[in-house]
């Protein structure tokens, strides 16, 4: 979902134009950014936690070389999501786990196993 889609669909629940909803939801976010910025901690209740976190300077390493690099300290900023949000997730996930058990028919319940996933004709393979 884009910012695109956020502002449509509010335009269409509180019937507004597009460019003013636009203008209100650019402004809510410039409002959150300016509040961590200056608070440090956003707390949206029934939706998360939104702060900034320090990060301490350390050695890394490249992957494509193995060579050791240092990467400066900075800030992060963090999330953590509210009771709600979490519950909302895990019953999706919950979900989604019933529907791919359903999908997933035993092949003893059948006789049969199961046909093979469909295969895309348009995926060639790698010249090396």
């Known amino acids: 979902m884009t910012k695109k889609d956020i502002v449509r669909t509010i ?3 509180i019937d507004l134009p597009q460019l003013r909803t636009k203008d209100l939801v650019q402004r809510t ?3 959150l950014i300016d509040a961590l910025v200056k608070e440090g901690r956003i707390e949206l ?3 998360g936690v939104f ?3 320090r990060r ?3 050695m890394a390493r490249n992957p494509r070389t193995g060579e050791k690099v240092p990467v400066q300290a900075k800030s992060v ?9 979490e519950a909302r997730v895990r019953e999706l996930d919950r979900q989604m786990n019933d529907r791919a058990k359903a999908d997933a028919t035993p092949v003893a319940e059948t006789g049969q ?3 093979p996933a469909p295969s895309d004709s ?3 393979p790698r010249d090396s």
Request: glycine share 4%.
């Open 45 to 47: 209740r029934n939706f």
């Open 11 to 13: 335009a269409e629940q």
């Open 122 to 124: 348009s995926v060639r």
């Open 113 to 115: 196993p199961a046909p």
């Open 29 to 31: 976010f410039d409002a």
């Open 77 to 85: 900023v963090t999330f953590k999501p509210g009771k709600e949000m």
């Open 51 to 53: 702060q900034i976190k």
């Open 56 to 58: 301490e300077a350390r």
